[in-house]
């Protein structure tokens, strides 16, 4: 079990990699947004450069939870191992049967102790929730952590209105925050004042329309007179002294830094725009969900905005600290960690997760990224052949995978039905007209043949695609070679050159290095994250 936390994302069960690649104590802070038993199934929309809708709608997951024999065994693994948390379990399933909440409750449950395990006694979790099962999460957490390591149970105001038939709208989510003991790490932040607050207390204007309130010059403990300039010799209340030396007033003064009452009371103007703003609260109604039109949006579904990790990150942890998100989805918990110069491990089931988390941090960081491992992966044939040859999913997985190996996004939801001999597409662009240009992409695991490249061919002239790549984990025959051969060369714009316009590149090459020959002086495949600069290290 390694604790080299050099960044690191891992593909696979979360349950699993914490058991098998995490240490115990050795987290500094885990966030998790784990799926809510909401019954849906979330996708990732992928959009064109150009800002139109692609075609390719993705399932990343669905959020459905049954009861089955995996359940039934994660039940009995808890419930055997006794303690607060066994007995609730089986408390809630005399409550609510064998049924999806309590299945979804299992598989939390038995991740929880894990995330637990792995915290330090400095740590601390926050987990996002929705009222779907937030009442029994908080169970499940009081029993794990403790309830006397309930922190705060945070509300963030996702949106300002929801328009929900016969019931109050749904505009906030949950996230619970625990510590692992009372020594957990806290840094002082702060948001900004409410709108109602600043017209109650900073209700003066200057002349150049700064707003301020007055605050109190003096403090408890007699003291002697200060000269206030033109109005001579002031005596500080009974009891009390002046805060500020004879220095201090007079540059008071002359920064125009006094408020003057009725009574010719000094008072100390506090400026609106120097003030910190007021502690964090438990409520969080500054931080806006993403929106269509928001630039960090890369099309994931259930994709957070930066700013309430960066809240979450800033709160919580230090410079040199590990931050864990084994729902990693599409990587913000890390892309904001590796802002922040904290070390990251992010946790995904899927390989579509995976490539986009990879993009994200590239176009982010460019070369300040730090380095990173993707662990995994297949690493040889021998590996990628074992993941194709699983069910359904590891089907699809693998297919993610390979299209990852060239940069390629899926180009449809095989789950909704055929693929008409397209997996993938690359966006490209080779000149300067705007015009975007496609290759698509076939991913063959099985035998392969001619008539597939043939079919591949058809379907580059039916999608008007430049070019057309087919991606095999077996050795191409010699007429499939030669079926590629004939669909002749694409001649790009300008000085760029030639290449082949169907290109047959197999899993063992991409592994060693090859790569898909196209011309282009951008690619717009994925959605790009904005450009992100590191901040300065503190001292």
């Not at 109050?168 to 948001?191: A, E, M, P």
């Not at 063959?444 to 070019?467: C, F, I, R």
Request: glycine share 8%.
């Amino acid at each position: 079990m390694t604790t080299d936390w050099r960044n690191k994302l891992y593909f696979g069960d979360n349950l699993e990699i914490l058991r098998d690649h995490v240490g115990e104590e050795s987290v500094d802070l885990i966030y998790l947004d784990p799926p809510f038993n909401s019954k849906a199934t979330y996708s990732v929309l992928f959009k064109e450069k150009n800002g139109t809708a692609s075609a390719a709608q993705v399932a990343a997951f669905e959020d459905t939870w049954q009861w089955d024999m995996s359940t039934e065994a994660a039940y009995k693994e808890v419930v055997t191992g006794g303690g607060k948390i066994g007995a609730l379990l089986d408390a809630l399933r005399q409550f609510l049967g064998s049924n999806d909440m309590m299945a979804y409750l299992v598989m939390m449950a038995i991740r929880l102790i894990e995330l637990h395990r792995v915290l330090k006694p400095t740590g601390s979790i926050y987990l996002h929730c929705d009222p779907t099962a937030s009442h029994y999460l908080k169970l499940v957490m009081d029993a794990i952590f403790g309830g006397q390591n309930f922190v705060n149970e945070i509300t963030w105001r996702r949106t300002t209105t929801h328009s929900d038939a016969r019931r109050c709208g749904r505009v906030h989510d949950i996230l619970f925050f625990y510590s692992k003991d009372d020594s957990y790490t806290w840094n002082k932040l702060f948001q900004a004042y409410d709108p109602d607050y600043v017209e109650a207390y900073y209700r003066y204007e200057d002349d150049d329309g700064r707003r301020f309130m007055s605050g109190d010059l003096s403090g408890a403990g007699a003291g002697p007179t200060r000269t206030f300039g033109e109005r001579g010799a002031i005596e500080p209340p009974s009891g009390r002294h002046w805060i500020y030396d004879q220095v201090g007033i007079d540059e008071l003064l002359k920064e125009n830094g006094i408020y003057w009452t009725r009574n010719g009371v000094p008072r100390l103007k506090v400026y609106l725009d120097e003030a910190p703003g007021m502690r964090l609260q438990d409520i969080w109604n500054d931080v806006q969900a993403l929106r269509s039109w928001h630039r960090e949006r890369l099309g994931y579904q259930t994709q957070k905005p930066e700013a309430l990790l960066e809240r979450i990150i800033q709160a919580s942890s230090n410079e040199g600290d590990v931050v864990l998100d084994p729902f990693c989805g599409c990587g913000t918990t890390i892309a904001v960690a590796e802002r922040l110069h904290r070390r990251w491990l992010g946790i995904d089931i899927t390989h579509l997760a995976i490539t986009l988390m990879k993009n994200r941090l590239e176009n982010a960081f460019g070369a300040e990224l730090s380095p990173y491992e993707v662990i995994g992966e297949p690493q040889d044939v021998q590996s990628a052949r074992a993941l194709s040859k699983q069910d359904d999913e590891g089907r699809y997985q693998f297919e993610w995978w390979a299209l990852g190996l060239v940069e390629a996004r899926p180009a449809q939801d095989k789950k909704k039905g055929a693929d008409k001999g397209v997996d993938g597409l690359i966006v490209f662009f080779d000149d300067d007209s705007g015009k975007a240009k496609k290759i698509i992409v076939q991913v063959k695991s099985g035998h392969v043949g001619a008539p597939q490249v043939q079919q591949l061919k058809g379907a580059m002239e039916t999608e008007k695609a430049e070019m057309a790549a087919f991606i095999t984990l077996e050795e191409p025959t010699g007429p499939m070679k030669k079926a590629a051969a004939t669909a002749g060369f694409y001649d790009p714009p300008g000085l760029l050159p030639a290449v082949p316009r169907v290109q047959i590149l197999t899993i063992a090459e991409l592994l060693a290095g090859g790569k898909l020959d196209y011309p282009r002086i951008d690619v717009a495949t994925f959605k790009k994250a904005p450009r992100r600069r590191k901040g300065k290290k503190a001292e």
